[in-house]
């Protein structure tokens, strides 16, 4: 048998068994999740962890989850007098998460969907150095991948991901609340959750079959890590597609001045380093003294997504909230800017393609992105994207906003 061949053998067999394991019963209530439910955003993310790392928590616990989180994911010895900030207010910015002791300080920034701000974590870093001499700033995001070097600077900064030492650490803190299911029943609620969001397949027989069988010999071994070489240059070929067939349906309606997603796709896909790269295309709305206001498709480190940003020179704007909002009254004189919130310092606003609830995920893979691979579920999925737009580009073009945002 030709290696070609082996690789066709070794997928049908990878296939028959995930069939087997999406027959398997479920018991009811197996599919629930309330932070699923709840759909959880960056803030929610950080009162969670808040909620856990306080010592003075509604869980009752102490410290306990504190103690564990200094010997397993900062790898610090504890001591008294410790506490825990959720959104602490600074001159340096509002740091996420704050821990600090009487001889130490440590700002956690962290990162699910939002974009690095300019010297960002510098500046936590300058915030910490001034609070204590034992200091060092965290970055925490789904998979543990490198600040930008603009909102790094010279900064002393740990990467950490949800999917490594904090999903460790929330295990841990399972076991301690082992005498308190209602809490356990949470935190496992949760480590479901990011399991979905960082693409964590975790331990079951199913999976255990497929290990067995790229064991049971060389050329079985070969060909998985063919396949798996494979993987980055076809999401690659996917993401390209998609952002293709976004620009043919946009032609004629709105003009093209910034498309990077060719050479990006392949950063995204390939490259751990360069995923803050994110692939897109974007299409002028209007401009005015200079400055562009663009819808944008974009891929970050979660989904696909359309939202409304800034240019100046081809230049993605980083604003104030009070600036943005100024630009858009400038450029947009039908939109009514009272109660507007900016999604942040780079996106007046932003939507996930197709939905929030039918993400395209080329980081995890999950949620509808297999689909993407049956070409009638790829025209399905591109239809709801295009309805998505159609329904509403008219409002944008006028307005600058999402009709729901108003």
Not at 4 to 18: M, S
Not at 140 to 161: F, I, K, M, W, Y
Request: hydrophobic content about 40%; proline content about 3%.
């Amino acid at each position: 048998m030709n290696d070609k061949n082996n690789a066709v053998d070794l997928l049908e067999k990878a296939k028959a068994i995930l069939h087997l394991r999406s027959q398997k019963p479920k018991k009811p209530g197996d599919d629930f999740n309330i932070f699923a439910v709840l759909q959880l955003n960056e803030v929610d993310h950080c009162r969670m962890l808040f909620e856990l790392l306080d010592p003075k928590g509604s869980h009752g616990m102490g410290d306990c989850f504190l103690r564990s989180f200094f010997d397993m994911v900062l790898k610090k010895p504890y001591s008294s007098g410790i506490s825990v900030y959720r959104e602490k207010s600074t001159e340096y910015g509002r740091i996420d998460l704050l821990i600090e002791g009487i001889d130490f300080c440590y700002p956690i920034e962290v990162k699910v969907h939002a974009c690095d701000q300019q010297t960002q974590l510098a500046r936590y870093d300058k915030f910490a150095a001034k609070r204590a001499k034992e200091h060092k700033v965290y970055y925490l995001t789904l998979d543990s991948h490198d600040p930008s070097e603009q909102s790094r600077g010279n900064a002393n900064v740990d990467c950490l991901s949800f999917a490594g030492k904090i999903r460790e650490w929330l295990l841990r803190c399972g076991e301690i609340a082992w005498r308190q299911p209602a809490i356990a029943e949470i935190i496992r609620q949760y480590i479901k959750l990011l399991d979905e969001l960082t693409g964590n397949v975790q331990e079951d027989i199913y999976m255990q079959q497929i290990r067995n069988e790229i064991k049971k010999s060389q050329i079985n071994f070969e060909s998985a890590v063919a396949i798996a070489n494979s993987l980055p240059i076809i999401k690659t070929e996917m993401m390209k597609r998609v952002f293709a067939e976004i620009e043919k349906h946009m032609e004629g309606r709105l003009i093209k001045f910034n498309s990077d997603y060719q050479d990006r796709a392949i950063q995204y896909c390939q490259s751990k380093i360069d995923k803050r790269k994110f692939p897109g295309v974007a299409y002028c709305l209007t401009e005015s003294d200079g400055k562009i206001a663009a819808l944008r498709f974009e891929v970050d480190w979660d989904s696909l997504y359309m939202g409304v940003t800034f240019y100046a020179e081809e230049k993605h704007l980083e604003c104030s909230e009070d600036k943005m909002l100024e630009m858009l009254a400038a450029m947009f004189p039908a939109a009514n800017c009272q109660n507007i919130k900016p999604g942040s310092k780079h996106w007046l606003w932003w939507k996930y393609l197709p939905a929030e609830d039918m993400l395209l995920n080329f980081n995890a893979c999950n949620g509808i992105y297999p689909q993407l691979y049956d070409e009638n579920e790829f025209n399905n999925i591109m239809k709801l994207i295009f309805e998505q737009i159609d329904g509403h580009l008219d409002h944008i073009i006028e307005t600058g906003l999402y009709e729901e945002s108003l």
